[in-house]
C-alpha cells in the first residue's frame, strides 16, 4: 500500500522551518509533497534521464556525492517503491564502493536542458554485477529554480587519464573548474542516517549561480569555498541536515569533459548562507561518456 509520510522533516529541518517561520506551514504541505514511492511523472523522468546523481555515507560519517551515466534507459523503476540503474565502469568512484545492502543512499534526477529534477532517498537493496537496485523511502519533486540548461553530448572516446587524490589545499586544475563553474551538488546527511527511516538518511541537493558563484577565500592556511542560499522550497534539507551534521560532500562536473572533481568539506552556517572548509578531494578527468553544450543560464540569472 502506497501512502504518505506523516512527518517527513527531522529537528534539523523543522528547526529551520520554525526559524523561517513556516514551520506550520510545512507540517501542512510537507506530507503531501513527501511521498514513499515514485509517482508516475517522477519514474518517467528517471527513465530518460543520461546522468544520475547519488550520495553515500563512509565509516567515519563523511558524505560524498557522484554521476554515474549511460544512455537513457540506465535507470528504471521496476515498480513504485524501487528504482535500478545499470552502472558501467567508474574507477576510483567514492560513492559506489559504500553502497552495500543496507545503506543509506541519497538520489537526485536532474535533466538540465528541461530543468527537471526529483529527489529519492532511500536504502540499497542490492549491489551487484554493475546494477544497483534501491528501495525508496523518500519521494519528492524539486523546482526548475536556479539550474542551468544544458544538452548532453557523446563525448569523443579515449581513455580517461588517472584520477588523483587532492589535500585540502587542491590544486590549479581543481581551482580552476571551482572558479568557473555554474552547478555544484552536495551530499549531506542527516545525525542518524545510518539507520535511516521516515525522516532520516541521506540527501543529494543541487546548487546554482552564476559562473563563479562559489567564492574561494583563504583563511589562517584553510580554504574556505562560500555560497549563498538562495530561496527554495523551504524544506531546509540540505541546511536541516549540515546543522546537525556539519560534514558534507561537494561536487563539480567538468561540462566540457566529463570530469568530476569530489570534495571532501565541513559546513559552516552563517544565517542560511554556507561556508565549506575543504578538507580534500579526488578529481577524475574524463570519467563520464557526455560532455555538454554551453550553458542556457536559469532565469534567475539572467541580466
Known amino acids: 500500500m502506497t501512502g504518505v509520510l506523516q512527518d517527513p522533516f527531522h529537528a534539523g529541518e523543522q528547526a529551520l522551518q520554525a526559524e523561517a517561520g513556516v514551520r506550520a506551514r510545512m507540517a501542512e504541505i ?30 567515519e560519517g563523511q558524505p560524498w556525492a557522484t554521476m554515474v551515466a549511460g544512455a537513457p534507459g540506465f535507470v528504471s523503476t521496476p515498480h513504485e517503491r524501487e528504482l535500478a540503474v545499470a552502472l558501467g565502469p567508474a574507477p576510483d568512484d567514492p560513492v559506489l564502493a559504500l553502497l552495500a545492502p543496507g545503506a543509506p543512499v541519497g538520489v537526485l534526477g536532474l535533466e538540465p536542458h528541461t530543468r527537471r529534477r526529483n529527489r529519492m532517498n532511500g536504502r540499497v537493496l542490492a549491489h551487484a554485477e554493475g546494477r544497483l537496485r534501491i528501495e525508496v523511502l523518500q519521494s519528492f519533486g524539486n ?39 555554474d552547478t555544484a551538488f552536495i551530499a549531506s ?10 525522516s532520516e538518511g541521506l540527501d543529494v541537493s543541487h546548487r546554482g549561480g552564476p559562473p563563479g558563484f562559489l567564492r574561494r577565500r583563504e583563511q589562517g592556511g584553510q580554504l574556505w569555498l562560500e555560497l549563498d542560499d538562495y ?8 541546511l536541516g541536515n549540515l546543522a546537525v551534521h556539519p560534514q558534507a560532500g561537494l561536487l563539480l562536473v567538468d561540462y566540457r569533459d566529463g570530469g568530476l572533481l569530489h570534495l571532501r568539506v565541513r559546513a559552516q552556517l552563517e544565517g542560511h548562507d554556507l561556508r565549506l572548509a575543504v578538507l580534500g578531494g579526488r578529481w577524475r578527468p574524463a570519467v563520464l561518456p557526455w560532455c555538454w553544450s554551453e550553458a542556457e543560464p536559469a532565469p534567475q540569472f539572467r541580466p
Open 30 to 59: 510537507g506530507p503531501k509533497l513527501v511521498r514513499e514511492h515514485m509517482p508516475e511523472q517522477h519514474r518517467e523522468l528517471f527513465g530518460k534521464l543520461p546522468t544520475l546523481l547519488l550520495a553515500a555515507l563512509d565509516a
Open 143 to 181: 523546482c526548475p529554480k536556479y539550474i542551468q540548461a544544458r544538452q548532453p553530448l557523446p563525448r569523443p572516446p579515449g581513455p580517461a587519464p588517472a584520477s588523483q587524490t587532492l589535500g585540502p589545499g587542491l590544486d590549479a586544475t581543481a581551482l580552476a573548474l571551482i572558479a568557473r563553474s
Open 189 to 198: 546527511a542527516s545525525a542518524r542516517a545510518h539507520s535511516p527511516g521516515r
Open 231 to 238: 530561496p527554495g522550497n523551504l524544506f531546509f534539507n540540505t
